[in-house]
């Protein structure tokens, strides 16, 4: 299992995935983005969730990507993706670019 490819609620154990043992407390928003689905080799926004609006970050709603990003960049598992994707790790602008083109109502919100 070298170097598997983890979602952040998986990394995390967070549970708040869809049929996720905390899922009743609800979904975060990263396990349901499918503007980022596939980015980093991951499942909907599991591997760019440091880019999408309001997840669901140590019990707490994060916000919007301006709001949480300092907090991310201290993240284990943002550094973790990092290194695992290496030369093919896209940037947080085109994964902005990537998630405000495929969930409009968030244009304007991430800048």
Known sequence: MANERLNCWEYQ???REPGGVRSSR??????T???LDGTHHGSNGGRS????TDT???GRISGVHAEKQCECRKCSFMKRVEVEESLDYISEDALLAMYSDGEPDQAEANL
């Open 49 to 52: 969730c440091w880019v999408v």
């Open 13 to 15: 154990r967070c549970g």
């Open 26 to 31: 609800g979904v975060c928003p990263a396990a």
């Open 33 to 35: 983005s499918d503007a």
């Open 56 to 58: 669901l970050c140590g």
